[in-house]
C-alpha cells in the first residue's frame, strides 16, 4: 500500500500520512495541495513526503480525497525554506506552509490567471481609430492612448467595461507592461555613495550580506535604487522589505519614479484578490520588484536576485503571535540559499547586525554625511525637574517650537504613548481606572471619550463619578499624543498641528494625505508616536522634541535602552534633512543617566560600544542564545505550574534554564501567563535541548490544558 505524508494547517507539529490511490500516485509531488478527512472536517494540505510503501497492516490510514494540483503552487526553493523555519523556530509546518499561501489557495481554490498588466494597440485597432465615430469618446481615448506604445492598466483612464468591449473587438491585446528603464536625471552618488556602491558591486558574486549603515539623510535609499537597478540588469527580482505598512507607500513612489511599472506591494492591509495576485506575479517572474512588510519574505519568486531590508533593526520584523519568525534573519537565510545578496539598511544598526558585522560575518559600509553636507543635529539633554510643565511640555522646548515656527520651521514632538493620559484618576480617594482583563490601567482617549486598554482592547465610557468613592474629582494623569496635541493647538493657534498615531492614522489614504500637508508646508506641528519615527522625509523639518525617554530607562527588558537610544536617534534624524540647521530637545528627569549622556554627547555608535560590553559581560545576546517557554492559562498560577513541571525537560549541557517566573504583565485579556527562559552560548546546544524537549511536552497530558508556545530568539522578554 502506498502512503503519503500530508501537512496540514493544524497547531501539531507533525504530518500525517494518508492513503494514496494507484491512479493518484502519480501526480503527488512535494508541494502539491491535496484534500483530505480530518477528524469530522476536510483540509487543504500540502504534500511533503513522495508516495511510499507502508508494511502490512496499516489498512488503518484514512484516503487522500483528491490532488489538487498537477504542478506544484509551493515551489521547492520555498518549500524547503517552510521547513527550515519551522523546524527553527519550532512551529508545525503546516502553518507554516498556510502562511505561505494566497488565502484562495488555502481554502483549496485553483490559482488564478495573474491579471493583465498592460494593454497594446492591434492593427485592427488603429483602423478602427480612424473610423469611430466621435461620440464614442472613451473608446476612442483608449485607441489614442495606445496608439503609440503599449500602456500598463495603472496609466490608462479607462473603466473595465471599456477595456471589455476594445478587448471583444479585438481592437486592444493582452501585453505585459513596458518594462521602463531607469528615469534620465537621476542623482550623482556623493563621494562617499560611490565608494559604497563600488564596495557593494564588488561583493555581487553569490551570497553576502552587507550592513549598510548611514547616518539619515545619508541617501541610504539611493543606494537600495542603483543596487536593484543592477538585479534588474541580469533579468533577476529584487525584494524590499519595510518593517511598517506607513513606509511602503513612499518607497513604491521611489521605485516607479525610478523603475516605472512591474514594482508591486505586499502587506496585509491589502485584499485578498490582491495579495494573490502579487503572489501570482512574483512565481511568474513578472513582479520585477516587490516592496512589502515581513510577510513578503515568504512570496514565491521566479528569479529572487536580491534582498533589501529596510531599518534592519526595527522590532516590526519579529512576528510576535503565532508564527513567531524574524523576517530579517529568514531573509538572510533564503539569500545564502539562493547564493544571492542581502542588504540590511539602517542609521541605527541592531546590536545583534553590528556584532556581526565587526566580526566579520557581514561587510559593514558607513555612510557618515548627510547628502546635503550639514551635520546631523545634536541631541540637548533637557533636565525638566522642577520645572512646570504644560501638559507634560516645558517652557525651554515651548520656546524653542515657537522660535522654529517664527522662522518658518516645522516642529515635531514625538511621544511613544497615544491617547489622552494613561491614567484616569480619582483625587479623593486615590481610584485609578484598572482594566478587568489585564494587570495595566485603562487609557483616556478624551476626543473619544472613552477608556481603553492598550493591551486587549477592553473599553468603556468614562465614568462622570468615582466608581469608588462617588466623587467628581477625577483627573487625568500624565500625557499622550492627544493631549500634546491639544496643548500646542491652544499655545499656538495660529498653526496647525496634525497628530500621527494608529488612532488618528486609520488608512493609507489618511497617512498619505498628512504626509502631503506636511511636505507642502500647510502643516506646520507633527506630534506623534513611532510612526514618525522610520524613515519618513520631511524637508521643512528644522526641530524635535522628544516629550519624555525615562520610560525606556527604568524598563526591565534589557533591549529597552538599545531601542530607546534607536528612537532617539532616528527620530532626532528627521530633523534639518533639507540642509537646514536642525535642533533636537530631549525632556528627562533622568539627565545624569550614564547611557543617556553618552547617547547625547557621542551618539547612537558610542552607546552601542557600551551596551556590547555589558552584554559581553552578562552573556546576553549577541554573545549568546535565548529561547522562551511562554504559557497562558485562566487559572492563576495554572500556567506557571505547568513551566515548574516541564522546566526538567529543558535541562541540557551547555544550556542554561532559570526558574519560571510571571510574565512582566502577568494578566493579559484575561489568560494569566508566565514563561520559562533558556540561555546558552551555543546555538546548536539549545535547539538540540528545545526538540528534545517540545517532543516531550507535547506526549504530556497537562500540556493541552493549557496554551504554551515556543519563542526562539525573542525580541520581547516581557
Same mark, same amino acid.
Given at each position: 500500500m502506498l502512503a503519503a505524508a500530508i501537512c496540514l494547517p493544524?497547531?501539531?507539529?507533525?504530518?500525517?500520512?494518508?492513503?494514496?490511490?494507484?491512479?493518484?500516485?502519480?501526480?503527488?509531488?512535494?508541494g502539491c495541495r491535496v484534500r483530505v478527512p480530518f477528524g469530522r472536517r476536510t483540509l487543504v494540505g500540502v504534500v511533503v513526503g513522495a508516495p511510499r510503501e507502508l508494511p502490512e497492516g496499516a489498512d488503518e490510514l484514512r484516503d487522500i480525497e483528491a490532488v489538487l494540483?498537477?504542478?506544484?503552487?509551493?515551489?521547492?526553493?520555498?518549500? /524547503? #525554506?517552510?521547513?527550515? *523555519?519551522?523546524?527553527?523556530?519550532?512551529?508545525?509546518? !503546516?502553518?507554516? &506552509?498556510? @502562511? +505561505?499561501?494566497? $488565502? /484562495? #489557495?488555502?481554502?483549496? *481554490?485553483?490559482?488564478?490567471?495573474?491579471?493583465?498588466? !498592460?494593454?497594446? &494597440?492591434? @492593427? +485592427?485597432?488603429? $483602423? /478602427?481609430l480612424e473610423t469611430l465615430p466621435p461620440r464614442h469618446r472613451a473608446q476612442r481615448s483608449l485607441l489614442q492612448a495606445l496608439s503609440t506604445a503599449p500602456r500598463s492598466r495603472a496609466d490608462l483612464v479607462a473603466t473595465a467595461a471599456v477595456l471589455r468591449r476594445a478587448l471583444d473587438a479585438g481592437w486592444i491585446e493582452a501585453a505585459d507592461a513596458p518594462a521602463a528603464t531607469p528615469a534620465s536625471g537621476t542623482p550623482t552618488p556623493t563621494p562617499e555613495q560611490a565608494a559604497a556602491l563600488d564596495r557593494l558591486a564588488a561583493g555581487d558574486a553569490g551570497f553576502a550580506v552587507h550592513l549598510l549603515e548611514g547616518v539619515t539623510g545619508s541617501g541610504k535609499t539611493e543606494l537600495y535604487l542603483r543596487r536593484i537597478e543592477a538585479a534588474l540588469a541580469e533579468g533577476r527580482q529584487a525584494l524590499l522589505l519595510a518593517p511598517e505598512i506607513s513606509l511602503t507607500p513612499q518607497l513604491d513612489a521611489r521605485l516607479r519614479e525610478r523603475f516605472g511599472d512591474g514594482v508591486h506591494r505586499f502587506h496585509s492591509t491589502l485584499t485578498d484578490r490582491a495579495r494573490e495576485q502579487v503572489w501570482l506575479r512574483a512565481r511568474d517572474g513578472r513582479a520585477r520588484i516587490v516592496v512589502g512588510t515581513r510577510s513578503a519574505v515568504w512570496l514565491p519568486f521566479a528569479r529572487l536576485g536580491l534582498i533589501v531590508v529596510d531599518e534592519e533593526h526595527d522590532t516590526s520584523y519579529k512576528q510576535q503571535d503565532g508564527f513567531r519568525y524574524s523576517a530579517r534573519d529568514v531573509a538572510i537565510l533564503r539569500a545564502q540559499r539562493l547564493d544571492v545578496p542581502v542588504l540590511l539598511g539602517t542609521a541605527t544598526p541592531s546590536l545583534e547586525s553590528l556584532h556581526?558585522?565587526?566580526?566579520?560575518?557581514?561587510?559593514?559600509?558607513?555612510?557618515?554625511?548627510?547628502?546635503?553636507?550639514?551635520?546631523?543635529?545634536?541631541?540637548?539633554?533637557?533636565?525638566?525637574?522642577?520645572?512646570?510643565?504644560?501638559?507634560?511640555?516645558?517652557?525651554?522646548?515651548?520656546?524653542?517650537?515657537?522660535?522654529?515656527?517664527?522662522?518658518?520651521g516645522q516642529a515635531l514632538l514625538f511621544l511613544n504613548r497615544r491617547g489622552y493620559a494613561p491614567v484616569l484618576?480619582?483625587?479623593?480617594?486615590?481610584?485609578?481606572a484598572p482594566c478587568t482583563h489585564c494587570d495595566a490601567h485603562l487609557t483616556l482617549h478624551r476626543g473619544r471619550n472613552r477608556l481603553i486598554c492598550h493591551h486587549c482592547g477592553a473599553q468603556q465610557a468614562v465614568p462622570r463619578h468615582c466608581p469608588s468613592c462617588s466623587a467628581t474629582s477625577l483627573i487625568a494623569v500624565g500625557a499622550g499624543t492627544e493631549r500634546i496635541e491639544q496643548a500646542l493647538?491652544?499655545?499656538?493657534?495660529?498653526?496647525?498641528?496634525?497628530?500621527?498615531?494608529?488612532?488618528?492614522?486609520?488608512?493609507?489614504?489618511?497617512?498619505?494625505?498628512?504626509?502631503?500637508?506636511?511636505r507642502d508646508g500647510r502643516t506646520q506641528i507633527l506630534v506623534g508616536t513611532q510612526i514618525l519615527a522610520k524613515g519618513h522625509d520631511f524637508p521643512g523639518l528644522s526641530l524635535v522634541g522628544i516629550v519624555s525617554a525615562d520610560q525606556a530607562l527604568y524598563g526591565t527588558d534589557f533591549r529597552a535602552v538599545e531601542r530607546m537610544g534607536q528612537l532617539v536617534t532616528q527620530v532626532a534624524g528627521r530633523a534639518g534633512r533639507a540642509g537646514q540647521p536642525g535642533e533636537v530637545?530631549?525632556?528627562?528627569?533622568?539627565?545624569?543617566?550614564?547611557?543617556?549622556?553618552?547617547?547625547?554627547r557621542d551618539g547612537y555608535g558610542a552607546l552601542c560600544d557600551a551596551l556590547l560590553a555589558e552584554r559581553r559581560d552578562t552573556g546576553l545576546p549577541p554573545y549568546a542564545h535565548l529561547a522562551l517557554l511562554r504559557a497562558e492559562a485562566r487559572e492563576a498560577g495554572q500556567a506557571l505550574r505547568f513551566l515548574q513541571l516541564v522546566r526538567p525537560c529543558f535541562e541540557a549541557p551547555d544550556v542554561t534554564v532559570y526558574e519560571p517566573l510571571p510574565s512582566g504583565m502577568e494578566r493579559r485579556a484575561g489568560l494569566a501567563r508566565a514563561q520559562l527562559l533558556l540561555q546558552s552560548a551555543s546555538r546548536a546546544a539549545l535547539h538540540r535541548s528545545l526538540g528534545a524537549a517540545v517532543a516531550r511536552l507535547q506526549q504530556m497530558p497537562e500540556a493541552r490544558r493549557l496554551r504554551w508556545s515556543v519563542d526562539v530568539d525573542p525580541y520581547d522578554l516581557m
Open positions: 493544524v497547531p501539531l507539529r507533525r504530518s500525517f500520512d494518508y492513503r494514496v490511490d494507484a491512479a493518484l500516485a502519480g501526480r503527488l509531488r512535494r494540483d498537477d504542478e506544484p503552487p509551493i515551489p521547492a526553493e520555498l518549500l /524547503a #525554506l517552510c521547513e527550515w *523555519a519551522a523546524d527553527y523556530y519550532l512551529h508545525p509546518l !503546516g502553518e507554516v &506552509l498556510a @502562511a +505561505a499561501l494566497p $488565502a /484562495a #489557495l488555502r481554502r483549496g *481554490a485553483m490559482p488564478a490567471t495573474a491579471q493583465t498588466e !498592460g494593454y497594446a &494597440l492591434t @492593427a +485592427a485597432g488603429r $483602423a /478602427a556581526n558585522a565587526r566580526s566579520g560575518r557581514y561587510r559593514h559600509i558607513r555612510l557618515q554625511r548627510r547628502v546635503h553636507d550639514t551635520p546631523p543635529p545634536q541631541v540637548r539633554v533637557l533636565d525638566v525637574r522642577g520645572l512646570p510643565l504644560d501638559h507634560g511640555l516645558s517652557p525651554p522646548l515651548l520656546q524653542a517650537v515657537d522660535r522654529h515656527l517664527d522662522q518658518g484618576l480619582c483625587h479623593a480617594c486615590g481610584w485609578n493647538a491652544n499655545r499656538f493657534p495660529q498653526y496647525r498641528v496634525a497628530r500621527f498615531d494608529s488612532d488618528r492614522i486609520t488608512s493609507h489614504e489618511a497617512l498619505e494625505r498628512q504626509l502631503a500637508d506636511i530637545w530631549l525632556q528627562t528627569h533622568e539627565p545624569e543617566h550614564p547611557l543617556l549622556q553618552t547617547l547625547a
